[in-house]
């Protein structure tokens, strides 16, 4: 399958499949560049030797995690670039999940005022997600995605046998995007989650057009691409609040801040259940509302948040924080559903 993202400037084409790292040259002219590719030590090294096969390139292993999409390993990569003397007619190729995509995207984006670069993804969440919409980043001084761009890839290969390796913790939390991207957009996603393992492919090449719609209206988020963030006001908040013990992961976070948001709990009960994501700590609500504040860096009162209440339909409304307090409040008898 071939989905092309159309922007002004910078159109480029996702491909899918399976067993097709061997094919990246027909999507990419490497002749007479030099190529980079950076990926982490969780990867297993079968997917870089498949490559070695067709293109020649260097590559750099990093240490996995959160940890790493930070300005020491910004500056290890580009300190890289510098010594192998690449151009700016060079390509650097991230092959890994988020953290690899938004860390060596921000580098092409900055060496030389711009490079190629050639998104690889390896986990659920990078290959709905992360790798798609152009933004890429670092986080600073503890606070997350606070440095980047909007830079789009030249080309995103997509090889849903790369999966096989994942953890299964991380596949279903990379899954609840999809589960995102069917709540505001296309319902008919919902369906395929009746059977996982036989959908898999169709259920992030619809989740991927529906990242495209909004990515193509509103490439900078100043308007639509907001309701890509369903369910991330309070997933952020859980997330930061659940920091410490290490309880949730990105997507678990979201999908238990969408819950509180969907009229329909019991169905988004299911679909939760189904992924296997469980909280089996309480929450205080006053304290998630805190971090909220703080994420937001917000002064006034209101926050826009993003609502469903018929599936495939956002829409914004301003909320105070008084409201995002009772919807804290009310939800909570369903999250503790999700206690194992
Ligand atoms: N730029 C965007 O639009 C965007 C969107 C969503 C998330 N993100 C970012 O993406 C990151 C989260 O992405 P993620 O969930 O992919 O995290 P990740 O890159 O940390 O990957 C999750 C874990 O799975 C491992 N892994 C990945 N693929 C594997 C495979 N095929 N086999 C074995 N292990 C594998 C990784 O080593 C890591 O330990 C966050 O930093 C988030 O901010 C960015
Ligand atoms: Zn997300």
Redesign the pocket.
Known sequence: MDIEINLKEHAYHIITGRNILQDINSYYDFSSKKVLVVS?????FR?LEALKKVISFTYLILP???KT?DITHFLEIQNQLLEQEFSRKDVIIAL???????LV?FVASTYKRGIDFINI??????MI?????????I?FQGV??IIGTFYQPKLVLIDFD??????IR?FN??LV?ALKASYIYDPTILDLFENIPQNLEEIIIRSIKVKKYFVENDEKETSIRKILNFGHTFGHGFESYFALSNTL???EAVGIGMLLLVKDKEKMLTYLQKLDISLNEDYDENQIIEFIKNDKKKTNNTISLILVDHIGEAYIKETTFDELKNILQGGKEYVRRLRK
């Open positions: 982490d030590d969780n990867i297993p997917y996995h995690g959160e999409k890994g999940g988020g953290v690899i995509s938004d995207g993804p390896t986990s659920t969440l990078a997600d992360a790798s798609i919409g152009g933004k890429t980043a986080d997350k995605n790369l999966l096989s390796s994942l953890p991380q939390n990379g995007e992961y990105h997507g």
